[in-house]
């Protein structure tokens, strides 16, 4: 299908971006790296009445480390989060996800920022950003201001950005091997390169043989990415017999939807399972 008509903007900074953001108010779209945006546009799914480029705004892409802190621009492509040394030393679960994002056409030109402001639960990246722990960094009118992923996603293709906002980078704490981390990104597809019907971001601390600390972040288990709190708080402390029986709570609190992919039913059992294999992987048990 054709888009809808729309006006067009492409702002030279941050700072003007922000201005014509705040000028139209919610009539406005943000272009990053068009993979998420452009579809809905052709499907007619999005009206936008003005879509704001920001593709060349200078200074939003590439990596640096600010103490014990990894700081990506948001128009960093997901081919450069793939390639770069410093995500791969510091926060190789980023990059494990990164590099089952659909196909390579996709990760040249989509954004990890875009990603994440598009905010779909059936996305990779968003449920990544919650088992690190990310900030996402939103510039307005009234400066700047960190968001933690936790707050950052709200409802279905909703976040907490004001219309006048613009994320204009992604903080996360390093999580190196060298300090006991390991990381998997397990997901289940109906076939290759489509949404996850399921997947499973563990990242895990360990100690002496055993798990000192998980995080688990749930893809496409209800409207917004989701944590397994109930199977991180089981993980505490436990060997590898105890994994199995703590992935059996990865799908508490969680509201799967029903599609003509998988019921609610299948995902939860996909949870479970993909949450053990995971842990286990990231904890070196498997």
């Not at 922000?18 to 990053?32: C, I, M, N, P, S």
């Not at 613009?166 to 981390?181: A, I, N, Q, Y």
């Not at 990242?203 to 709190?229: F, Y």
């Not at 993909?274 to 498997?286: E, Q, S």
């Amino acid at each position: 299908m054709i888009p809808p008509a729309f006006e067009y903007a492409r702002p030279a900074s941050v700072d003007e971006a922000v201005r014509t953001l705040a000028e139209a108010g919610e009539d406005a779209k943000v272009l990053a790296g068009g993979q998420s945006l452009l579809p809905l546009l052709r499907m007619r799914l999005a009206f936008p009445e003005l879509v704001v480029d920001v593709g060349r705004i200078p200074g939003l892409r590439g990596v640096r480390e600010d103490g014990g802190t990894l700081v990506i621009g948001a128009l960093t492509t997901h081919h450069d989060v793939l390639a770069d040394p410093l995500i791969r030393r510091h926060a190789g679960l980023l990059a494990a996800a990164t590099a089952t994002v659909a196909d390579p056409a996709v990760r040249h030109r989509g954004t990890l920022g875009g990603s994440l402001a598009h905010a779909d639960p059936a996305g990779d990246l968003p449920a990544v950003a919650l088992a690190l722990d990310a900030e996402l960094v939103a510039a307005g009118p009234r400066g700047q201001r960190a968001i933690p992923a936790r707050e950052f996603f709200v409802d279905y293709l909703q976040t907490s950005l004001r219309p006048d906002e613009l994320l204009v980078e992604v903080r996360l704490p390093k999580t190196d091997e060298s300090d006991g981390w390991g990381f998997r990104y397990e997901k289940f597809s109906r076939v290759a390169q489509a949404w996850a019907m399921v997947g499973v971001a563990a990242l895990v601390r360990r100690d002496d043989g055993h798990i000192a600390e998980a995080r688990i972040g749930l893809t496409n288990m209800g409207s917004t990415p989701l944590r397994a709190t109930a199977s991180e708080e089981a993980l505490t402390g436990v060997a590898a017999d105890g994994v199995a029986r703590a992935a059996q709570s990865a799908a508490e609190g969680t509201r799967p939807s029903a599609d003509p992919s998988a019921s609610p039913q299948y995902r939860a059992h996909l949870a479970r399972v993909l949450t053990r294999r995971a842990v286990l992987a990231a904890a070196g048990m498997g």
